[in-house]
């Protein structure tokens, strides 16, 4: 379909009709889409439960490399949050309450102001999520807070709020053991960049503290493995690969003015400056 305009002559002329719009999809379609591939995520996760002794070797593996590979301690990071309850409340609260919310507003903006960068973030975001229910089904995992050879505190059962059932095998709201990759942390890091690429402030590095938050939070809370976050970086890098990147807002071309005086030229679209032309 396309929107008729007129040029500076009077002589028809087409654009697409979606440029006349902004290039912002329909608010309802983008709704109904979104809300689906979270369900779809959401009961794709609970198909993988049901597999603990998988998991909790799987967690033994993944344990193991670290230590073989000399990863710092995830306890390290969680005595640093442990010197005070208000500090581990509020990195419980974070975990339980930012990761949604955050991704959510982060869609939203995206849609009212930079439209062409939603559709490119919205595209990522699935496919990262796709990879990770793929890799969630097929490696099931127990987060290091099942762990008992980490000596890990589980810190949202014992300090507060929590979002887990309290029977792993049994929790019919999420599935505990999908540890790898970790999505709190994918997400974020995919706000982070889809912010980053989306602006022109020159603050908008700060982003960036987001992601670094979240693994702070994930890892210290004992939710998940340093590899869990390793892999979510990855599966992100390959979406993004795969994904056209639009421009940024500074590279988007603006209109040419041509100089009073200079000679014109008859087109389809009417009667425009020779300078004027791309």
């Known amino acids: 379909m396309a929107t008729r305009i007129r040029g500076t002559g009077g002589t028809p002329g087409t654009r697409p009709a979606s440029r006349a719009e902004g290039g912002r999809p329909p608010l309802l379609r983008e709704l109904l889409l979104v809300t689906g591939l979270f369900l779809v995520y959401k009961f794709g996760r609970l198909l993988a439960n049901g597999h603990e002794t998988a998991a909790f070797r799987n967690a033994d593996l993944v344990w193991d490399a670290e230590r073989a590979l000399h990863f710092p301690g995830e306890g390290a990071v969680q005595q640093l949050l442990l010197h005070g309850e208000p500090l581990i409340r509020a990195a419980n609260t974070y975990y339980a309450a930012v990761h949604f919310p ?15 960068h939603y559709v490119w973030s919205r595209r990522v975001l699935a496919l990262l999520t796709g990879a ?12 290091p807070r099942m762990l008992a050879a980490t000596g890990l505190v589980d810190t949202a059962r014992v300090y507060g709020p929590s979002v887990y059932g309290a029977v792993p095998e049994a929790d019919s709201m999420a599935n505990q053991f999908a540890a790898m990759p970790s999505l709190h942390f994918g997400w974020a890091l995919m706000v982070a960049i889809g912010l980053v690429a989306a602006t022109r402030s020159p603050l908008r590095w700060w982003w960036l503290l987001h992601p670094a938050l979240t693994l702070l939070v994930i890892v210290g809370t004992a939710n998940h493995y340093w590899t869990d976050a390793l892999a979510a970086a990855v599966l992100l890098g390959f979406a993004l690969l ?3 990147t639009p421009e940024r807002p500074s590279e988007q071309s603006a ?4 100089a009073p005086g200079a000679p014109r030229q008859r087109t389809d679209a009417g009667v425009v400056p020779i300078g004027a032309r791309r």
């Open 102 to 116: 955050a991704t959510i507003a982060f869609l939203a903006w995206l849609y009212w102001r930079r439209p062409a």
């Open 132 to 143: 990770a229910l793929a890799l969630h089904i097929l490696v099931p995992l127990a987060p």
């Open 242 to 244: 795969v994904v056209p």
């Open 255 to 258: 209109p040419t003015t041509a």
